[in-house]
């Protein structure tokens, strides 16, 4: 091959490699979800003779805690006996304030002080407070969400009875995933679409597979298993804790339950561009698996699907008039692009369609790609280093 036609064919195998990745997502996804798992509706029935203790730990939480709480304690009663606490973690802002502010009505809203971490002990994220609510609390159902959950009012009530009605020792819904900020709008429904595709739902359904995940802003536990795995104690230095318990549950030979609770749990993950970088820099290296070719080459995939088509469509233009003689390469290169990103804009459609989720800054996704493809390297760098590993502000290494 010349030199003057490796280029026209590189840039042609760049772009059909995008069309044919986002073609190949778009059918994966529509076939794990029509398979998948979901959260059964509510039935008529009596409040089951049982208790339920939902636990909110939360630190520097004072912009989500009192919207979260509120969802909570707006819920249908799920069962006989239930309660809501709140565990702060030593937040420095108005976390407290905000959630006995949101809270002091209810009978069954209690809020707990962690208190300060050993010394002597190594713990991250969530873990101390978890562990510090489920040892002054007693009930026969240990629920675990985030402070940027929202829950809908029959959200309670349909998981615990569809965890009973399958003898669950964990539940965990997948929630849909919202957008707020613009840095959100451009990454997030890249990331949930990768989620979405490269989880196993049905694996992890499935008792004979060792296969395991679980989504940390809703996991539900009999609280008897959860004693035994050891609970968040066991694991108190795992940053992705949600992974690691689901991962117990099974290798103790319990149920786990991963369903799809699109319609009964929203999340809103980050509020800025900056929550948003320091998030997924500290979950990309260790949801992959902690393997460098996967985290790199993960979002080099990425990049190559959602950013190399808004940069080839404009690069066919401008060698459409710099080397007319090739002509019809370019004029395919700007077919093959535009058709990428007329597929992207069916995937967010698709989305819109499936978990209505607005098309909102659809065309931003080739600068989503980027902040993605950014984020590998850097998680990598981070993890192995520790530099900058943080959450909240909050050493992990």
């Known amino acids: 091959m010349t030199l003057a036609l490796l280029e026209p064919v590189l ?11 986002l073609l190949i997502l778009q059918l994966g996804l529509r076939r794990v979800f029509a ?15 049982m208790s339920l203790t939902v636990v909110i730990p939360a630190f520097n939480e004072a912009h989500n805690i009192a919207d979260c709480l509120g969802s909570v304690l707006a819920s249908a009663p799920p069962c006989r006996d239930w309660s809501v606490v709140v565990v702060d973690d030593e937040s420095t802002d108005a976390t407290v ?14 809020l707990i002080k962690a208190g300060p ?9 969530k873990n101390w407070a978890c562990s510090r609510a489920v040892e002054q609390v007693s009930s026969d159902w240990l629920l675990f969400i985030d ?14 009875a569809q965890a009973v009605d399958e003898h669950a020792d964990l539940l965990s819904l997948a929630p849909r995933l919202s957008c707020g900020c613009l840095a959100e709008w451009m ?27 679980a989504a940390g802003p809703f996991m539900l536990f009999k609280a008897s298993t959860y004693e035994c795995i050891g609970g968040h104690r066991a694991l108190a230095g795992e940053v992705v804790e949600d992974l690691a318990l689901a991962r117990a549950i099974k290798a103790g030979g319990y149920r786990l339950s991963y369903l799809l609770g699109l319609d009964a749990v929203d999340l809103r993950m980050y509020a800025d561009l900056a929550a948003l970088w320091e998030g997924w820099t500290k979950n990309w ?66 989305t819109r369609s499936t978990f209505d989720v607005p098309i909102k800054y659809w065309y931003l996704m080739g600068v989503g790609g980027l902040l993605v493809g950014a984020i590998g390297p850097v998680s990598i760098w981070r993890t192995r280093t520790g530099r900058g590993w943080t959450w909240k502000g909050r050493a992990l290494g």
């Open 147 to 160: 402070a940027d959950v929202r829950l809908k009012p029959d959200a309670l009530q349909r998981s615990l």
């Open 35 to 49: 398979v998948a798992p979901r959260l059964k509706p509510a039935q008529e029935a009596p409040a089951p003779d």
């Open 97 to 110: 304030e905000n959630a006995i502010r949101a809270g002091s009505t209810a009978s069954r809203f209690r």
């Open 187 to 213: 990454v997030q429904p890249i990331m949930a679409s990768l989620l979405g595709l490269g989880f196993p739902i049905l694996e992890t359904n499935d008792p004979e597979s060792p296969v395991a995940f």
């Open 285 to 350: 290296f260790i949801g992959l698996d902690r393997d460098p070719g996967k985290a790199i080459g993960a979002a080099l995939v990425v990049v190559l699907m959602f950013t190399a088509p808004w940069l080839l469509l404009p690069t066919s233009l401008v060698l459409l008039w710099l080397q007319p003689v090739l002509s019809v390469a370019w004029l395919w290169l700007m077919a093959l692009a535009g058709l990428a990103i007329v597929q992207q804009l069916l995937l967010r459609l698709w």
């Open 11 to 21: 840039l042609l195998v760049t772009a059909t490699a995008a069309s044919a990745g």
């Open 117 to 125: 971490r050993p010394a002597d002990e190594r713990w991250v994220g």
